[in-house]
């Protein structure tokens, strides 16, 4: 039972990362209609950002998290406004081959300046736990874990009662409609995708202090955050991370019970069985 309760633990706090990855896909498929191939490789240069601003100006790596989000809205903001802006509207095709061109170019641009180097955020309480009971709880990951849902209840705040918000949900349901209604679709899909990007940068910078960054990581990562979008579904960013939660569950007891070789079989298995299935979503939206 012991052992039972450590997995779940684990997996819950793995969990929350994947959750946080998959907010910002979530949110650029969900206005957008764009799914990002480059999302990971926003998560690695996110991760890089709070490396470099850890070890060469000693700021704390969670301390670095708002530096690092206001870094990668600025490149996302850009990347949506005068690339991505010029084929939103064609063919989906399209978009796929611009965002996956997009991720083999930031993959190489990051091995040409960080080299290929493992690289881990290792502040003095990345090791530290606690005892709960018969279950030990890492430290890093719980705080994580805390990051993460913070981020997906201001994020669901922001989109339901700020006017800006508003305009970003309003243009998801029906573009014409937030049109006539005063809505700068370009200015809104910039928001958003930088939006997109920020998230992708926080959970860049927390995946840094619970594992390794290296230049193509971010392959795994967009993986990932696409089956934990389609889990926890594109309107709903705590849906998101409760599908990242039932995800890291899984992994985590696959790992222990089966072999870890298993945990890719299993993670894109459930979402075979999802688009089967063929509900919108798991967790529907409140």
């Not at 949900?169 to 920020?198: D, E, M, S």
């Amino acid at each position: 039972m012991a052992l039972l309760a450590q997995i779940v633990v684990n997996g819950v706090l793995l969990g929350g990362l994947y959750g946080l990855m998959g907010l910002g896909m979530g949110l650029v498929w969900g206005v957008l209609n764009i799914v990002n191939l480059a999302h990971g490789a926003l998560i690695m240069l996110g991760g890089y950002a709070v490396y470099y601003l850890y070890t060469g100006a000693g700021v704390d790596p969670f301390a670095a998290l708002p530096l690092a989000m206001l870094a990668m809205f600025a490149l996302g903001y850009a990347l949506q406004r005068w690339l991505l802006g010029l084929v939103i509207r064609s063919a989906q095709l399209n978009t796929l081959l611009v965002t996956f061109g997009l991720d083999v170019l930031l993959s190489y641009l990051a091995q040409l300046a960080f080299s290929a180097d493992l690289r881990t955020i290792n502040p003095p309480y990345a090791g530290s736990n606690f005892a709960l009971g018969p279950v030990t709880v890492p430290l890093a990951p719980l705080a994580a874990f805390g990051v993460a849902l913070l981020l997906a209840a201001g994020l669901q705040a922001f989109l339901v009662r700020s006017r800006t918000g508003r305009a970003i949900r309003a243009t998801a349901q029906n573009l014409t409609a937030a049109r006539l209604h005063g809505v700068n679709p370009k200015r809104v899909y910039a928001l958003t995708f930088g939006l997109g990007a920020a998230l992708a940068g926080a959970a860049g910078g927390l995946y840094g202090v619970v594992s390794q960054l290296t230049p193509y990581v971010g392959v795994t990562l967009t993986a990932r955050s696409f089956v934990v979008a389609i889990l926890g579904g594109l309107d709903n960013p705590l849906g998101v991370i409760a599908g990242g939660v039932v995800l890291g569950v899984a992994e985590a007891a696959t790992a222990l019970y089966l072999d870890p070789t298993y945990v890719n079989v299993i993670s894109f298995g459930m979402l075979v069985v999802v688009l089967v299935l063929r509900p919108s979503r798991i967790f529907e939206r409140a």
